[in-house]
């Protein structure tokens, strides 16, 4: 069967509450919407049903990056590598994770996968050449060219479903405007020092203002936003029924077979029966109280978590697979994708979501706890980060930590959501979400921080700057921590002073991206009973889907990547199998 083949999609039929498709997709992330185009390519009518106002997911939050080995945009770019070496990473990361059956379909399925979107839908990608692996320390990881990241995208060009589209976290951008990572967010860190930063971001903001003025919001959007739009209209160009507000809330069988969903809107009960199958991908469970306590040991004393996933993703996917015979992993090393949030206080009264996943490796900055004292190398990888965190909070302890500064940092490169010069501060500071000092012991004694061990704490580090080397946990030690750095400040892009007052601190809380346990598939994405056998007609994708990677974070896009893999697998398995 050729997987590229473009069909029109068969009519989608409805009487009164009861309307039938080939495919009921829940969910419309990157995994939802990858197997909806995909199985709309192949010809089958599919609807995608989303319960929150707006489409997009987690996906519409994120960086839009992929980790897919051998992907078309980097061999494009001219990088090759030996089949093997992704495997020997996997393998050295994963450790006893490491599924032979599920990672091979991965990596052989992941270049296919990307190539079908480039060539059949407004997908587009661009490569990540110089995008590391995040263990840089192992001798299978390489220094980019395993990653890619969709490319910008016109919002226009969406027509009426840009306003059915969630927008990015507010805090991460800038007026309303995304920030692409890369040459992007270095000039935008760089414009009050270098005027070729400046021309950028000035050309930048002036169509965005205009844009603001024509279209009262952004439409330059870029990293996961972009990857939600082109999807949103690779689906629509494909004849997916794409519907928002529309919750499921049961599945239907007949014959031991999952046969469609009983669903609510705000007009009512409706019931859709899914000819060949039904696909969930709500996005896991970051906000699910009861499924932390069982999976997120910090919860059970009482510290709430702070995803920055969307509301919506309350692992509604999971309960409808558990009902239907599935059964969630227990079996990870870590069930969340874990990153260090801070909680930043809104005009509007609600608290937003802060993912730190830039500011930490900047030169200038350190993280302690109320000890005082540092626990991890923070230019490292965000899951390490709060896998460090969580390893010295003892027990019964609240698990928060603070990101301290010094008024250089804080121009240059901002704190959380305050943003660098000239950007004001005074609405964080005056709310308290930014704490500042005139002396280290203020700053200590604001957040409640044992102040002779921080000062000690900013000493040593302060000492190391001579030396260039962070002799307390290797600061800048990996490619992935440099690049992340500041490539202006040496001899250690990730170490400078912490000295000029005054100081300022964030308050750091447990979050997270997304989570990682998930329902158990098999290498076709099918939801697999206790006794590992397939449901008829289910499937999960994205976080519904247990993660390949096994609790582990190997490198930034491996919850996209597989989520699109996965997906297109999904879609591709329906369309093959009358019977699926």
């Known amino acids: 069967m050729d997987h590229n083949a473009t069909t029109a999609a068969p009519a989608w039929t409805s009487t009164g ?70 495997r020997l990473y996997l393998r050295a990361i994963l450790g006893n994770q490491y599924d032979d059956r599920k990672i091979d379909t991965y990596l052989k399925a992941g270049p296919r996968m990307a190539a079908f979107f480039t060539q059949n ?48 976290i507010p805090e991460t951008t800038f007026l309303g405007m995304g920030i692409a990572s890369g040459a992007d967010l270095y000039h935008f860190l760089h414009a009050t020092r270098k005027p070729s930063s400046l021309l950028h971001v000035s050309k930048r903001v002036g169509e965005h203002l205009k844009d603001l003025a024509l279209h009262g919001r952004a439409m330059q959007l870029v990293n996961g936003n972009a990857l939600t739009a082109r999807l949103l209209r690779s689906a629509a160009d494909k004849g997916v029924i794409l519907r928002e507000n529309l919750e499921a809330t049961s599945l239907t069988h007949e014959n031991n077979r999952v046969t469609g969903a009983v669903l609510q809107s705000p007009q009512g009960a409706l019931r859709v029966t899914a000819r060949r199958a039904v696909i969930l991908a709500t996005g896991g469970f970051p906000h699910d109280t009861l499924r932390q306590q069982a999976h997120f040991p910090h919860t059970r004393t009482g510290m709430p978590h702070a995803s920055a996933a969307p509301l919506e993703n309350n692992g509604a996917g999971m ?40 500011d930490r490796a900047k030169p200038g900055l350190i993280a302690v706890t109320a000890t005082g004292k540092r626990f991890v190398n923070e230019s490292g990888p965000y899951h390490d980060f709060m896998r460090g965190l969580f390893t010295v909070i003892p027990p019964g302890e609240p698990v928060q930590a603070w990101l301290i500064c010094d008024s250089v940092f804080l121009h240059r490169y901002g704190l959380g959501a305050a943003k660098p010069f000239p950007v004001p501060k005074a609405f964080y500071l005056n709310n ?75 308050r750091i809380v447990p979050g997270s991206l997304g989570t990682f346990a998930g329902l158990d598939t098999d290498e076709h994405a099918r939801v697999l009973d206790e006794n590992n056998q397939p449901i008829p007609g289910l499937f999960a994708v994205g976080n519904d889907m247990s993660s390949i990677m096994g609790g582990h974070y190997p490198s930034g896009g491996i919850t996209l990547g597989p989520a699109m893999t996965f997906g297109w697998i999904a879609a591709n398995f329906i369309a093959d199998h009358q019977e699926s």
Not at 40 to 49: D, E, F, H, K, N
Not at 320 to 335: K, T
Request: with cysteine.
């Open 432 to 506: 308290g979400y930014l704490k500042r000092g005139k002396t280290i012991a203020d700053l200590a004694l604001a957040c409640g921080i044992n102040a002779p061990t921080l000062a000690q704490t900013i000493a040593t580090h302060n000492a190391d700057l001579a030396r260039g080397e962070d002799s307390a946990f290797g600061r800048g030690s990996t490619l992935f921590q440099r690049v992340s750095g500041d490539p202006d400040i040496g001899p250690n892009p990730c170490l400078a002073p912490i000295a000029k007052a005054p100081f300022y601190a964030v």
């Open 17 to 86: 509450q009861h309307e039938w498709t080939d495919v009921l997709v829940i969910g419309s992330g990157a995994a939802g919407l990858a197997a909806a185009v995909t199985a709309a390519t192949r010809g089958l009518s599919v609807l995608v049903a989303e319960k929150a106002p707006l489409f997009g997911g987690t996906t519409a939050l994120s960086g839009g990056w992929l980790w897919i080995p051998h992907n078309p945009a980097v061999r494009a770019a001219g990088i090759e590598e030996p089949e093997e070496a992704p």
């Open 319 to 358: 309960r409808l697979g558990e009902q239907a015979g599935g059964h969630v992993r227990e079996d990870l090393v870590d069930s969340g994708a874990w990153a260090p949030v801070s909680l930043p206080p809104r005009r509007n009264g609600t608290i937003g979501r802060f993912p730190h996943l830039v």
């Open 121 to 168: 839908t407004e997908v587009k990608f661009l490569p990540g050449t110089a995008a590391p692996d995040f263990h840089g320390n192992h001798p299978s990881a390489v220094k980019g060219g395993r990653s890619m990241v969709a490319a910008p995208y016109d919002g226009k060009a969406l027509g009426p479903l840009l306003s059915r589209m969630r927008q990015p």
